[in-house]
């Protein structure tokens, strides 16, 4: 109860805050948030502390969510929503295997995106994601918070500037959750340049609970997931080992970044690319543990090598 008053103080405030036009109407990029649930929510909450956006709508379809906000425009169709011309940006905080096609669509339409993060539930969708963000010139910003934290950012840092010898075993680690995969090994791959594994294994009883192993060009990664985990990722290098947590506290500073990009038409720190291929990671484990064998992975036709 606590936590939903505050959120609701923080969209009261964003939406107030917009009324009065503060910051001047040419600064402001009219926002609207299609799933307003638990991640919904906070990311009312987050971007209320970003001065420069205004929510103009909400979207979901389970209308109880939608009576804790009110003064602002409510719909339970995303199809509206998208096509509003007044609409700049909408966040997407849905269940995960509406991400992509909403994504998709919203580009059509000429809108920013911020989507959380897995990208993705099939791989094929992620070319769809990256094509659409491309062929329509639209900023897409991925819910891979920790890209924006300091922490993060200066491990990326270490591992490239080769204070840590030459890193050849990394490890994303977690206690046993639906979805967060695709987070710890986008820090891994954020701080390779993007890497994708070559080959992939992986033993469980679950996704929640499983070890991976990946075969990437130059190091090998390690993914664990189980119950009473702690959550971070680390980085064996021959002079040093580096352990970096899972940041908290990021997401005002990546909402932050998302609207600055919106402006420049810059890319954005978590550019939809880079989460299509950590979540792609995550999608190819959980296909190697059902299917228990090794699969090997040919990034570039983006298809499973036979």
């Known amino acids: 109860m606590a936590q939903d008053s505050t959120r609701r103080r923080d969209f009261l405030k964003l939406a107030g805050c917009a009324a009065l036009g503060i910051g ?16 919904g929510a906070r990311n009312i909450g987050y971007a209320a502390k970003v001065p420069g956006f205004e929510v103009v709508a909400l979207c979901d379809v389970h209308p109880p969510a939608l009576e804790r906000f009110a003064g602002v425009k409510a719909r339970t169709n995303y199809r509206e929503i998208l096509a509003d011309p007044s609409i700049d940006a909408v966040c997407i905080s849905t269940p995960d295997p509406w991400h992509a096609r909403m994504t998709v669509e919203a580009c059509k339409a ?4 911020y989507v959380e993060a897995p ?17 329509y010139k639209r900023i897409v910003q991925a819910g891979t918070v920790e890209r924006s934290g300091a922490p993060v950012r200066k491990a990326r840092e270490m591992v490239r500037s080769g204070a840590l010898g030459e890193v050849r075993f990394c490890r994303a680690f977690q206690a046993a959750t639906a979805d967060g995969g695709a987070h710890l090994i986008d820090i891994v791959q954020f701080a390779f340049d993007e890497a994708m594994p070559l080959s992939i294994t992986a033993q469980g009883s679950a996704p929640d609970t499983m070890l991976a192993t990946f075969r990437y060009p130059g190091f090998i990664a390690s993914y664990e997931s189980r119950p009473g985990n ?9 002079n040093a080992t580096l352990m970096v947590d899972r940041v908290a506290g990021a997401h005002v500073a990546h909402w932050r970044n998302f609207l600055e990009c919106i402006r420049t038409r810059a890319k954005p720190v978590s550019e939809i690319e880079t989460c299509v291929r950590s979540t792609a ?8 543990m059902r299917r228990g064998i090794t699969l090997d992975w040919d990034e570039k036709a983006w298809k499973l090598e036979v």
């Open 24 to 39: 001047g109407a040419n600064d402001r990029v009219n926002l609207a948030f299609i799933g307003v649930g638990r991640m």
């Open 119 to 135: 990208a993705l539930v099939h791989l094929e969708d992620g070319v769809k994601m990256v094509e659409a963000a491309r062929r």
């Open 281 to 288: 990671t995550c999608v190819l484990a959980n296909r190697a």
């Open 230 to 238: 702690p959550c971070g990722a680390a980085f064996h290098g021959t």
């Open 110 to 113: 000429g809108k920013d995106v």
